[in-house]
C-alpha cells in the first residue's frame, strides 16, 4: 500500500502560483510513477501531469502549455506541482495518483482508473 496525502492548495489570485506536494508513505514511492489530477464542479476528473520513477520525464495536459511544472524527491517520498498563472477556470481540488508504469522513464499520460493509489486532494481556489 501507499498513501498520499496532498497539501499546498489554497486561494490565490489570477497569474499567482502555488506549489502543491504529495507526499508518499508505506512502501517504496520510487516504484511508481506520479500523476496530478484535477476535478471541478460539474466537470470529470481531469489529468495536469506526470512525473516517471525517476523525475527524468514529465508529461503534461494540453491546457498547460508549460505553466506547470512536475518534480520529485524520492529521498523525500515526495512529488511537487508547481503551478504558475493559474487562472480562475482552473479552480478545483487537485490530487496526487500512483501507478507503476512501464519502465523507470514512464510518464503515461493515465487515464483516471488506471491509477493504482490516490491522495484525498487538496483545494485550490484561483479568484479572478
Known amino acids: 500500500q501507499v498513501q498520499l496525502v496532498e497539501s499546498g492548495g489554497g486561494l490565490v489570485q489570477a497569474g499567482g502560483s502555488l506549489r502543491l506536494s504529495c507526499a508518499a508513505s508505506?512502501?517504496?514511492?520510487?516504484?511508481?510513477?506520479a500523476g496530478w489530477f484535477r476535478h471541478a464542479p460539474g466537470r470529470e476528473r481531469e489529468f495536469v501531469g506526470s512525473i516517471s520513477r525517476n523525475g527524468d520525464s514529465a508529461y503534461y495536459g494540453d491546457f498547460v502549455k508549460g505553466r506547470f511544472t512536475a518534480s520529485r524527491d524520492n529521498a523525500k517520498n515526495t512529488v511537487y506541482l508547481q503551478m504558475d498563472s493559474l487562472k480562475p477556470e482552473e479552480t478545483a481540488v487537485y490530487y496526487c495518483?500512483?501507478?507503476?508504469?512501464?519502465?523507470?522513464?514512464?510518464?503515461?499520460?493515465?487515464?483516471?482508473?488506471?491509477?493504482?493509489?490516490w491522495g484525498k486532494g487538496t483545494l485550490v481556489t484561483v479568484s479572478s
Open positions: 508505506g512502501r517504496t514511492f520510487r516504484a511508481y510513477a
Open positions: 495518483a500512483a501507478v507503476n508504469g512501464n519502465s523507470e522513464y514512464d510518464v503515461g499520460p493515465w487515464a483516471p482508473y488506471e491509477m493504482t493509489y
